[in-house]
């Protein structure tokens, strides 16, 4: 895993403005003697100048994870959204010990058996990171998002390819992935010389790009 970092991103959501704070942290586990480590995992967008004015929330979520063995474990997820009319907030927690996975979504119950290696949607970025650290990145991954369980396809392309942003020039691997029967693409753009932390993030659907970010500022 990297070090603990916080990046800051510039964010275009379709016409508005707004930032995006990712934040790694690690945390001891109390009076504990095996996995003593895990880690929160946040992401927050805020909406700056007019978006600001018509829309003044934060999208806040986080998910807890260990690692074991090598790979990332989901110990929960959370989400409140405040930016939309109507507040949207989310809880899922992980039970390894009895294989289920419970929460809700708005006022949709989750519970699914625990059956299959799963990440939530956030830690999903931090997989990717994971994985073209190890070399090991898959071609699919199952993740839990809002209350369903989806397929999650990946491409990868070590083009060898500079760009610039406000932070500065990076060589860059890009990282791609979209759900089954989604037009839906999100793509990475990870800088190995920042332990493989995105300096740029995408969205695009129908062929438009709906969302972007560039990395203003790293703390570590």
């Known amino acids: ?28 586990v109390p009076l504990c003697s095996y996995h003593c480590v895990s880690y929160i995992f946040s992401l927050k967008t805020q909406p700056t100048g007019f978006w600001k004015l018509i829309a003044n929330g934060v999208i806040d979520e986080s998910s807890e994870f260990e690692i074991i063995d090598e790979k990332i474990r989901p110990i929960n997820y959370r989400l409140m959204d405040t930016i939309r009319r109507n507040t949207r907030k989310s809880e899922v927690d992980f039970d390894w010990s009895k294989k289920v996975i419970e929460g809700f979504y708005k006022d949709r119950s989750i519970n699914f058996k625990l059956e299959e290696p799963i990440l939530t949607r956030i830690l999903l970025q931090i997989e990717i990171m994971h994985g073209k650290q190890k070399n090991n990145l898959q ?14 396809d990946i491409t990868s392309s070590n083009t060898g390819k500079k760009i610039s942003v406000p932070f500065g020039s990076y060589d860059v691997i890009k990282v791609s992935h979209q759900s089954k029967n989604s037009n839906r693409i999100n793509t990475f753009w990870l800088a190995p010389d920042l332990d493989f932390i995105p300096v740029k993030l995408e969205q695009i659907q129908d062929n438009k790009v709906n969302f972007e970010a560039n990395l203003v500022q790293l703390i570590q």
């Open 1 to 28: 895993m990297p070090d603990d970092y916080e990046a800051i991103y510039s964010v275009k959501l379709m016409q508005a403005d707004g930032t995006l704070r990712a934040k790694l942290e690690s945390k001891e």
């Open 139 to 152: 071609d699919s991954y199952l993740i839990i998002d809002k209350d369903e369980i989806k397929q999650i």
